[in-house]
């Protein structure tokens, strides 16, 4: 990228802000100004990007960044080599030549001086670990989720893209997409009155610790590197059901179930919506009557919702205030209280395509301005998460401090929120 978009850290954090107070109007567009003759990019105006991880999600993410103008993939990296020649014949077709480099150890992808942005769709037990490797590296990178594993690497996350300016997009890709958009501007903007619940359904409440299959033949380490796929988690024998992500540490030795998986994204709407991208609830109940329960320091309380999804979709979300309430989810319906609410309702877009995500990210990058799921949002939603994991797993009311960043007078609890990470890997 050219040097001329090099901004200072006092700009990055001021602009950081007023990006993140912004109006929520979608969907995102290149500027034409980063186009020459033809709209093709100038080379000084492109984002070199290296793929770690390119199984079903990453191969997806790297189709719709291929797509890009702005954007050129020159690198990358898997621990199956079929997976790597997969997804270096996608990057060859696209760009018409074969300077696609392979590797089946990411971090000499991460030495690169020229690659500026990372895409790391990973298993969950990598994303952190990497995400703060490419950070002190002096990379951007869009991480898939769920991002961490616990409240420690959560906090280490945010630490470590505040401390070095890097910029930093989760994979909560809803963000950027019109509807749901559209219902946390309700909330914001007062149209629904003072908020009073949000509710977050993620499709499964079920925590139990990492699980331990049956050995089975380990593959050639040119085709498949098995001690690299474990890299910071415990070791374990070979099982190629674990290469398919069946459960495998998904957080803190708590597999988590559908509260990270896909609480990541809709707990993630609910901590927008009540703008509490720097903070958690303070409060959290076990599951009773089917749901958990937690409250925010605003008094805002917050409902997970466990069985199976309705009318909407994935992913649904719910914000209630004392005017009036939304809901909507991923099949682009928005449901509201009174007729009036939906006067100025986005585009309607079913599914949850990440194309708008991505291209937040990339602007980001450009700008150095903070994405709409920046390592401050990140690493909040996660804690949430975690927490109401924690609550579940141990079946008892849990208090959080989101300063101290500790369970109160609970031992137990403080201790879910780290691990110990296999030699030789540091976050």
């Known amino acids: 990228m050219s040097k001329k978009t090099v901004i200072h850290r006092r ?21 034409s100004s980063v186009l020459g003759k ?31 103008p702005d954007v050129r993939v020159v690198a990358i990296a898997d621990v199956q080599a079929a997976r790597r020649r997969r997804a270096k014949g996608m990057v060859d077709k696209r760009y018409g030549d074969t300077k696609c480099v392979t590797y089946g150890d990411f971090r000499e992808m991460f030495a690169r001086k020229d690659i500026d942005a990372l895409l790391i769709a990973t298993g969950p037990n990598w994303h952190a670990t990497a995400a703060i490797m490419a950070a002190k590296a002096g990379k951007d990178a869009y991480c898939e989720k769920p991002c961490t594993k616990n ?26 997409m019109p509807h749901f958009a559209f219902a946390v501007e309700l909330a914001h903007t007062g149209r629904l009155g003072k908020l009073t619940e949000v509710h977050a359904h993620p499709g499964g409440m079920g925590t139990s610790t990492s699980g331990w299959m049956p050995a089975e033949k380990e593959p050639a380490k040119e085709e ?16 190629r059901r674990l290469m398919r992500g069946f459960g495998f540490e998904k957080g803190g030795g708590l597999v988590g179930g559908g509260i990270l998986e896909w609480g990541s994204h809709c707990v993630d709407q609910c901590q927008w919506a009540n703008e509490a991208d720097r903070t958690a609830p303070v409060e959290y109940w076990p599951i009773e009557n089917g749901q958990a329960t937690a409250k ?29 309430w939304v809901e909507t989810g991923d099949n682009g319906d928005i449901n509201v209280s009174s007729p009036e609410l939906l006067v100025g309702r986005g585009e309607k877009i079913r599914g949850y395509p990440a194309n ?42 849990l208090t959080y401090d989101p300063k101290k960043h500790e369970f109160i007078g609970d031992k137990e609890a403080n201790r879910l929120r780290s691990e110990a990470l296999r030699e030789p890997w540091r976050l």
């Not at 080379?43 to 191969?59: E, H, K, Q, T, Y």
């Not at 996350?157 to 963000?175: D, I, K, P």
């Not at 498949?224 to 099982?239: E, F, H, S, T």
Request: proline fraction near 4%; charge should be positive; aromatic fraction near 10%.
């Open 356 to 397: 708008n995500h991505l291209r937040d990210f990339f602007n980001c990058v450009k700008t150095r301005g903070l994405p709409r799921a920046n390592h401050f949002a990140t690493c909040y939603t996660h804690i949430a998460c975690h927490a109401v994991n924690a609550a579940i797993f141990l079946k008892r009311k």
């Open 224 to 239: 498949v590197d098995w001690n690299m796929y474990l890299g910071p988690a415990a070791w374990r024998p070979y099982n």
């Open 38 to 68: 033809g709209n093709v990019v100038a080379p000084s105006d492109r984002i070199i990007l290296g793929a770690m991880g390119v199984g079903n999600r990453g191969s997806y993410d790297l189709g719709c960044i291929l797509g890009e």
């Open 151 to 176: 409240v420690a690497q959560s906090l280490e996350l945010a630490a470590t893209y505040e401390r070095t300016g890097r910029v930093f997009q989760g994979g909560m890709q809803r963000r950027n």
């Open 11 to 31: 700009q990055f954090l001021r602009r950081g802000v007023a990006a993140a107070g912004a109006a929520v109007a979608l969907p995102h567009f290149l500027s």
């Open 296 to 324: 925010y320091a605003n008094g805002v309380k917050l409902v997970v919702r466990g069985g199976g999804w309705g009318k909407l979709g994935s992913c649904p979300a719910r914000f209630e205030g004392t005017k009036g």
